[in-house]
């Protein structure tokens, strides 16, 4: 007899069936369609327990890994939802692309930068990239970075072959470089090849660096996953997690975190915590292609951003039937002021150099404009942040890149700060 995969797709809400969703059989590269009641059948070429994977443009992508053959399996699938952000973005596709900024006085603000002093001044021997958040902890300031050789030349990008570093300070300008906080993983697994792009988050006394992580050379520009390491003080010992916490969107059909999970950020909110992250798109010959991987209004490049939440900060995080909840992106920048969630949004978009508000922190509204945007910036988190728009982002670290040093660019972490 034949080992067969069988299950049923059903709506999360109503229970009610789901017909004509594409099952994947992945390891066998096999798929079906659910019948009118929501049920499927795949015959394997084994026994071996396999990943099935459910796909539908209305509802959210689904799978589950580690399935025996033969067992019955149900998803429950949820509905997807247009944010604000992507009603927008259809706006301006409709209508010249004009975007309405209200430019709120305030809300706009502008940035001026300046040299770290210390061994995080420029040196062209080291590339120090997207430094994390900067948090004070008794009376020092703390900061996480990826950290490599710049003339490694077994390099194929700046963020390949890195280790998360820790730097110290006790006026947020000359820094000490305290070494190496969470290194590459062991060969075979996920963060071996490359650590990069952190963030720190602190919630009940335990530390939390999320970053990003390369198992091998594809996952420096295509397929990577989102790593976390834990401590009880930000002097470590870090211990990190078996597995990734967040992971692209695995689906043929396009959509716009299927290729990479970038820039993660933890925001403990309404008592959950919301992982924001930035996502990327792998553009095929699909008639979805456009409204996903090529950008609109005469954009070179368009990324989005997309959050998952949970009520542990170590997950599992379930990604939000919102997503994407911006049309603009690359790195993500997040406070929580009020009894919402601000954001920058920097480029690679319609709604570039805007700050942006939402009362859920799901539907953002643009609120105004931004003057020399800082580029990977991490923001300063103080303890207690003042009600106003910019409490989050009075200053903090950023990094600037020089293509044209060394043989896959150079780049050293700068301070800006918010211009009164």
Not at 155 to 169: C, E, F, Q, R, V
Not at 190 to 203: G, W
Not at 326 to 354: C, F, R, S
Request: charged share 25%; with cysteine; net charge negative.
């Amino acid at each position: 007899m034949a080992d067969e995969f069988k299950g049923r797709v059903v709506d999360r809400e109503s229970q009610s069936p789901l017909a004509g969703l594409t099952v994947r059989l992945v390891e066998d590269e096999l798929s079906t369609k659910t019948d009118d009641n929501g049920t499927f059948q795949i015959e394997a070429s084994d026994s071996d327990a396999k990943t099935i994977r459910v796909e539908s443009v209305g509802y959210m992508f689904d799978e589950e890994q580690n399935v025996s053959p033969n067992d019955e399996i149900e998803f429950k699938l949820r509905k997807r939802h247009e944010s604000a952000a992507t009603i927008r973005e259809q706006h301006y596709l409709a209508n010249g692309c004009e975007v309405d900024n209200p430019a709120k006085p305030e809300w706009n603000i502008a940035f001026t930068s300046s040299l770290l002093k210390g061994d995080l001044a420029p040196d062209p021997t080291y590339t120090r990239r997207d430094p994390s958040s900067v948090i004070l902890v008794d009376g020092t300031y703390y900061v996480w970075y990826s950290y490599s050789l710049t003339h490694d030349t077994n390099k194929i990008a700046p963020w390949d072959l890195n280790d998360l570093y820790l730097a110290t300070s006790k006026d947020g300008e000359t820094w000490k470089e305290q070494g190496v906080a969470v290194p590459r993983g062991v060969e075979g697994s996920f963060d071996h090849r490359s650590v990069f792009t952190t963030e720190i988050f602190v919630h009940d006394d335990v530390y939390y660096l999320i970053y990003q992580a390369a198992a091998d050379v594809d996952g420096i520009y295509n397929r990577n996953v989102v790593g976390m390491a834990h401590a009880q003080s930000p002097d470590g010992p870090w211990k990190k997690l078996d597995a990734p916490v967040l992971t692209p969107t695995y689906t043929e059909q396009m959509f716009f975190d299927n290729r990479a999970v970038h820039d993660p950020c933890l925001i403990h909110y309404r008592d959950k915590f919301y992982l924001y992250y930035k996502g990327e798109c792998s553009c095929r010959d699909n008639e979805n292609c456009r409204q996903w991987c090529n950008p609109p209004c005469g954009l070179r490049k368009q990324v989005k951003w997309g959050v998952a939440i949970s009520d542990s900060p170590t997950g599992p995080f379930e990604k939000s039937p919102y997503n994407p909840i911006t049309n603009t992106g690359h790195e993500v920048m997040v406070w929580k002021y009020g009894t919402g969630i601000a954001i920058l949004q920097h480029q690679d978009g319609p709604e570039a150099k805007t700050i942006q508000y939402a009362e859920d922190g799901l539907n953002f509204q643009v609120m105004g404009t931004v003057k020399n945007m800082p580029e990977a910036a991490g923001l300063f988190r103080p303890n207690e942040p003042d009600d106003t728009p910019h409490s989050g982002v009075q200053w903090g670290l950023s990094h600037v890149l020089k293509w044209n040093a060394g043989p896959k660019g150079w780049m050293y972490i700068q301070k800006y700060q918010k211009v009164e």
